[in-house]
């Protein structure tokens, strides 16, 4: 089953905006990691943050954690074009066996020049 | 090098070919994974190897064959396939089998005719 769930589904915003994506996950983690694909392509990584943090910043991004609400939230500032792509969040569940990332649906962002 | 390369890009077959997806990256990461994506869905793991041996299969069809033939390969075998499987195969491979940062490749986007 989905542990993440990402949310809006779809995002549009014009060059220059703020983008907040906020996903939700039901157990505990040990980490939760923010990914982002462009159209039929292969995954990158974003940024990872730790169940013992609540903030980090990479670049553009920001990241958020809130254990309590088991939540987190990726803000992207000033949005360029080529920041259209889906971002995915992926949750290492706390008590599974290694290598057990799962991804949530996604919100597939749309930055209109 | 920090690449996962994954090859071909695009793959047509019958459902009675035999084919295989070869995957491989020069970064010395012990871990590697196979996962499966559905057009507008997220990525689901399928198997993982770790220090070359298969740690995970996620009921994967035995249709689905995997192997790793050494630290920086690995393959799927193919056989039989149905057009449910037609998807973006993508592989991905990190430092140790620790949940933490996963490098991906662009992916083979499969159909099934």
């Known amino acids: 089953s989905q542990q993440g769930e990402e949310d809006p589904q779809a995002l549009s915003i014009q060059e220059g905006e703020n983008a907040t994506m906020n996903c939700s996950y039901k157990?505990?983690?040990?980490?939760l990691q923010w990914y982002r694909q462009n159209s039929g392509r292969g995954l990158v990584h974003l940024i990872l943050?730790?169940?013992?943090?609540r903030e980090k910043h990479s670049g553009r991004l920001r990241v958020t954690l809130d254990t309590s609400k088991k939540s987190s939230s990726l803000l992207i500032t000033a949005s360029r074009a080529a920041d259209t792509a889906s971002y995915f969040c992926?949750?290492?569940?706390?008590?599974?066996?290694?290598?057990?990332?799962?991804f949530g649906k996604g919100t597939k962002l749309s930055v209109i020049p | 090098d920090t690449e996962v390369t994954q090859t071909p890009k695009h793959l047509v077959m019958g459902m009675t070919n035999k084919k295989s997806l070869k995957c491989e990256q020069h970064m010395g990461h012990r871990a590697m994974y196979w996962y499966k994506q559905k057009a507008k869905k997220p990525p689901e793991l399928m198997f993982v190897y770790s220090y070359e041996k298969l740690s995970i299969n996620e009921s994967v069809p035995s249709r689905f064959s995997p192997e790793c033939p050494n630290s920086s390969l690995l393959n799927l075998h193919l056989h039989a396939l149905q057009p449910e499987d037609s998807a973006l195969y993508l592989c991905a491979s990190s430092p140790s089998p620790r949940n933490e940062k996963l490098f991906f490749g662009s992916g083979t986007q499969l159909s099934v005719l």
């Open positions: 992926a949750t290492d569940l706390r008590g599974a066996g290694s290598y057990q990332l799962t």
């Open positions: 943050i730790r169940s013992n943090e």
């Open positions: 157990t505990s983690i040990n980490n």
